[in-house]
């Protein structure tokens, strides 16, 4: 018996428990039909990342899963997905064809050694495993979809930078480096060498993802602001995590970074009070 295979439903509320995630304090601005739904396809996403990170299951039960979980999405009535996603699929209209190049970036995460090549290696796994989660999002959240679409994709960039460097060193012990290995290699830093000698690299990589945000912040529409309340919020609070890890010197190869029930607040804060 596959453990990892689409359960009949997914219990959405159980995950979000357990998960302790710091986005879920955004969930919550929502109104509760969409609250919901954000529950659910954020759990959704949570059951994919544990067949990526499931190391303790046999790599034919992973590979099987996703599989599973690929035939259900290309199936016209979404036949083989949990109830309730396959509803979620139809009533907010997502695009199959997103949650499909996420499920691309979730085999990438499959592989035995992950290892990102080039920047533009590293821009299309952001894409999959981050710019989709953004652009899916947007009918939940009642964004338009065209007209955040950049800001999404370019948000998401910025989460998954910041993820990077948080998951560093959890990174390592799992066989992935997702630094670019030619920026590696221009940096004077061999594949075999890394993380050593890489302080100033990392440096560089956190002001991207600083970047990033900053191009976020411009692309935000409008007419969508109050709709991505809740996405301004993660966008805040994964900054703040940004911040604390560039202000403690970026020891992301030695430990995993959390922000503290105050800086969540304030991060949170900023974002109702329109500073952000």
């Not at 894409?127 to 009918?139: F, I, M, N, S, Y």
């Not at 999404?152 to 012990?173: C, K």
């Not at 630094?179 to 890394?194: H, V």
């Not at 690299?201 to 309340?229: M, S, T, W």
């Amino acid at each position: 018996m596959n453990a990892l295979l689409p359960p009949f439903q997914l219990d959405a509320g159980r995950i979000v428990r357990a998960s302790k995630s710091s986005f879920i304090p955004a969930f919550r601005l929502l109104p509760c039909e969409r609250r919901r739904d954000l529950e659910l396809f954020y759990a959704l996403c949570r059951e994919l990342d544990d067949i990526a990170d499931a190391g303790n299951y046999p790599a034919g039960h992973r590979y099987e899963a996703l599989e599973a979980w690929r035939a259900g999405l290309r199936h016209p009535d979404y036949a083989g997905l949990p109830a309730n996603v396959a509803d979620l699929m139809r009533r907010r209209s997502l695009d199959r064809n997103l949650f499909l190049e996420l499920l691309d970036g979730v085999a990438t995460d499959l592989l035995p050694s992950v290892r990102m090549a080039t920047r533009v290696d590293l821009d299309v796994y952001c894409h999959r495993v981050a710019g989709t989660v953004g652009r899916l999002c947007l009918p939940i959240f009642g964004a338009d979809p065209k007209r955040a679409g950049d800001y999404a994709e370019t948000l998401g960039r910025a989460l998954q930078y910041t993820n990077i460097l948080r998951d560093t060193a959890s990174d390592l012990r799992r066989g992935r480096i997702y630094y670019p290995l030619d920026d590696l290699a221009a940096a004077g830093i061999t594949e075999a060498a890394f993380p050593s000698g890489s302080s100033a690299y990392l440096a560089g990589f956190a002001r991207e993802a600083d970047r990033f945000f900053d191009r976020a912040a411009e692309k935000l529409p409008a007419a969508d602001r109050e709709a991505l309340k809740p996405a301004r919020i993660m966008a805040s609070i994964y900054r703040s995590l940004l911040r604390t890890m560039q202000r403690d010197g970026l020891q992301v190869t030695e430990k995993r970074y959390r922000l503290g029930t105050p800086q969540k607040l304030l991060a949170i804060g900023s974002v109702l009070i329109g500073r952000q």
